[in-house]
């Protein structure tokens, strides 16, 4: 079955580390998501990518980054980690503007 | 920019009771809107996803609305059972990304 992997589940960095979060997907789909999830602010777009090549920034996009070599896979690097970067990560795909979003099951990261 | 508005940001029901849920949202151009669930320290998980050109969408006891023109959307779910409890959380796609509500906390009481 196709399905949405995030890499790792848990991870604790300190302060001021590079950090990169893995997501790879097996549906083929064009559209890739980084969001991050926190108490009174819900999910909130960091960056997307519609297809091989392809980023764009979301809405909370500074001191993030991704790159996407191939259509499976957008890793999220955190360039210099900080304590309000602490937060729950999650991926999604989806084939296109008409379709839904499928999720990965979340990276929790804590930065000390 | 698209804000998507969640209340009550907390349900609590006994098992059994018919209950809906309401999304709304600022920006009636908008693609689709998504329902979810989320169960603590888990994933989202889709419920229903319906169209800009759809009125409703319908699996097994949840019944999702929309009405564009006055910015809203409201998930039924029929005869609640302890194992519905979740955070539903609705999100708006604007062609671009999708946004997101902040969630109803829904607990169902045996």
């Known amino acids: 079955d196709a399905e949405i992997t995030q890499s790792p589940r848990h991870k604790i960095t300190e302060t001021g580390r590079q950090v990169t979060l893995a997501c790879h997907q097996t549906w083929n789909h064009n559209n890739m998501f980084w969001y991050r999830q926190d108490l009174g602010h819900g999910l909130r777009l960091i960056h997307y990518s519609y297809g091989v090549q392809d980023t764009n920034k979301g809405e909370v996009s500074d001191g993030y980054s991704v790159s996407r070599s191939n259509t499976e896979d957008l890793p999220l690097t955190l360039e210099s980690a900080a304590s309000s970067q602490t937060s729950v990560y999650f991926c999604?795909?989806?084939?296109?503007?008409?379709?839904?979003?499928?999720f990965g099951s979340g990276t929790r990261l804590t930065v000390v | 920019k698209q804000e998507v508005t969640q209340i009550p940001a907390a349900l609590s029901v006994p098992e059994g009771e018919n209950l809906v849920l309401n999304c709304s949202f600022t920006d009636s151009a908008i693609y689709n809107l998504q329902w979810f669930r989320q169960d603590p320290g888990k994933g989202l998980t889709s419920l229903l996803l319906?169209?800009?050109?759809?009125r409703e969408q319908t699996s097994g006891r949840l019944n999702a609305s929309l009405d564009k023109s006055s910015g809203r959307s409201t998930l039924y779910i029929a005869a609640s059972q302890p194992g519905d409890s979740a955070t539903y959380l609705c999100a708006a796609n604007t062609g671009n990304q999708f946004y997101f509500g902040t969630g109803t906390s829904l607990t169902v009481i045996p």
């Open positions: 319906i169209q800009s050109s759809q």
């Open positions: 999604a795909s989806s084939s296109g503007l008409t379709y839904g979003y499928t």
